[in-house]
């Protein structure tokens, strides 16, 4: 009969501890790295769409010699939607390279596990 | 041709209908939530899923060339043994499918080739600190950690998201499960592939057509190959409706996380060489995005579930024991034909029964008045 320690050294703790600490992290980063990276794209496009968008928009928030009104609201607000914008895309490129790292990890761990 | 020679053809025969069964049964694993929350239409779900699995089969070749080792005694394994297994773990897999229960066809051939070994070699023959360690453990581990990350994983998702467009995110969430669902096709590739070319292997080296250190044949990987895609390309779409409809609610974000924590948990489990089921993670997975979300899940549907996974191994036995003693009753190669006849018959009942209420891609996404209603009475939902 298999008594308490021997059905204890049967199960492989540290494995289940493994996968499970791996599941955690790897589940909560990818997709916590996915979902900043959609608010990211989704910030992006807000905050280009609300500015009017294009190259227009930056050319007249560009302050330019001899600007009589150098700290004008609108063009501060536009520069802000503007650096809001690009910060918004960076932070959503990274995440989403985050994603790729974790895909491309996954690939490796496909081609070298145990048999 | 031998005697030998034809038991081995209709092995073989019989080990690829398994491999279709396998695909056929799990197409829900991969996809049922692309499908669920319309991420992919379903015909192009399987038939990406399918395509997938196929090429996951070349992927990696460290084929277990026995299925049952560490659970029975080999030594005792005839062909006739494998065989009958092979018959215990199909009928298994389609009365699951015709229930629309999501269950291990890993478990299946356990099962089917225990009891074979049983009527074989007596209950000795059975290793059973294996099943606890390598089976049972793992089944009851396994969908609590994906459950748990699930949940995880949702609500880290629903807190980062929660002053976002609910459809943009929705639409972005529906891009990301087209990958995560195709990881999870290619592991399904990489892990239930080699399942059934270790049994072909296996039964060529015991009958002496390849040597014993031989590598697995070209033929067997792609029949292999071809066997699992086409079963998961014609999809088992009972299952697929319990998994993306009955079981809980299913948003984009579920879908997609619950994929990428069921990827994470098998690749990670196969990495660090614990055996999983790759129908018990997903499920798991599925249920802990329910949670997680604060939808609830549908409680008779569980229950039911798990009820077949615990009775999965000792049912195929039964099977497979069954199988295995007609076989002998009425010996050599007749008793091979006769049983794998009368299996054959038994297969063409259980998909009759089924025809008589069809579950299609096009019916796949009709409304379930009981999950709907969960999802509505839900305060997060």
């Known amino acids: ?115 | 041709m031998s005697e030998g020679l034809i038991i081995i053809v209709i092995l073989v025969a019989f080990a690829l209908a398994f491999d279709f069964t396998n695909g056929f049964h799990d197409t829900a694993n991969a996809m049922a939530t692309s499908i669920a929350t319309k991420a992919l239409p379903p015909r192009v779900a399987v038939g990406i899923s399918g395509a997938l699995n196929f090429i996951g089969c070349f992927l990696s070749l460290a084929v277990a060339t026995t299925i049952a080792k560490g659970i029975v005694n080999t030594g005792q394994i005839t062909v006739e043994a494998v065989f009958a297994g092979l018959i215990g773990a199909i009928t298994w897999n389609l009365l699951t499918w015709l229930l629309g229960l999501p269950s291990s066809s890993s478990h299946a051939i356990i099962g089917g080739i225990v009891g074979a070994a049983i009527i074989t070699g007596g209950w000795s023959a059975v290793k059973y600190d294996g099943i606890l360690s390598k089976v049972l453990v793992p089944a009851v581990a396994s969908p609590i950690i994906a459950g748990a990350a699930a949940a995880l994983a949702v609500f880290l998702a629903g807190y980062i998201t929660a002053r976002s467009r609910p459809e943009f995110m929705a639409r972005g969430y529906r891009i990301g499960q087209i990958v995560s669902a195709s990881l999870v096709s290619l592991a399904h590739g990489t892990n239930d592939g080699q399942k059934t070319m270790g049994i072909i292997t296996l039964a060529l080296i015991v009958n002496g057509n390849i040597a014993a250190k031989a590598g697995v044949p070209l033929w067997v990987i792609v029949t292999c190959a071809a066997s699992i895609a086409l079963g998961t390309y014609i999809g088992g779409w009972r299952v697929i409706r319990t998994l993306g409809h009955r079981l809980t609610s299913i948003t984009s974000q579920q879908g997609f996380s619950a994929e990428s924590v069921s990827s994470a948990v098998i690749l990670g489990a196969a990495h660090f060489g614990f055996a999983v089921s790759t129908t018990q993670v997903t499920s798991g997975s599925v249920m802990g995005s329910g949670l997680g979300k604060g939808v609830g899940l549908r409680w008779g549907v569980v229950g039911q579930m798990c009820l077949a996974w615990l009775i999965t191994i000792p049912v195929a036995a039964v099977f497979g024991g069954a199988a295995t003693e007609l076989a002998k009753a009425i010996g050599g190669l007749p008793g091979v034909i006769v049983t794998g006849l009368i299996a054959a018959a038994v297969f063409g009942v259980i998909y009759w029964a089924a025809q008589r209420q069809p579950v299609t891609a096009n019916n796949v996404n009709d409304p379930e008045p009981q999950t709907e209603a969960l999802a509505a009475s839900a305060p997060t939902a």
């Open chain 1, 1 to 115: 009969m298999t008594t308490t320690p021997q059905l204890a050294a049967l199960i492989a703790w540290g494995s289940i501890g493994l996968v499970l600490v791996f599941a955690l992290i790897t589940g909560a980063v990818v997709v916590g790295a996915f979902s900043f990276g959609l608010v990211g794209l989704d910030r992006y496009q807000k905050a280009r769409g609300n500015g009017g968008g294009g190259s227009t928009t930056v050319e007249a928030a560009a302050p330019t010699a001899g600007d009589p009104r150098p700290s004008d609201p609108a063009n501060a607000q536009t520069q802000d939607r503007e650096s809001l914008a690009f910060l918004s895309l960076i932070v959503a490129v990274f995440c989403f390279a985050i994603c790729v790292l974790g895909i491309a990890a996954g690939l490796w761990a496909m081609l070298n596990k145990v048999s």
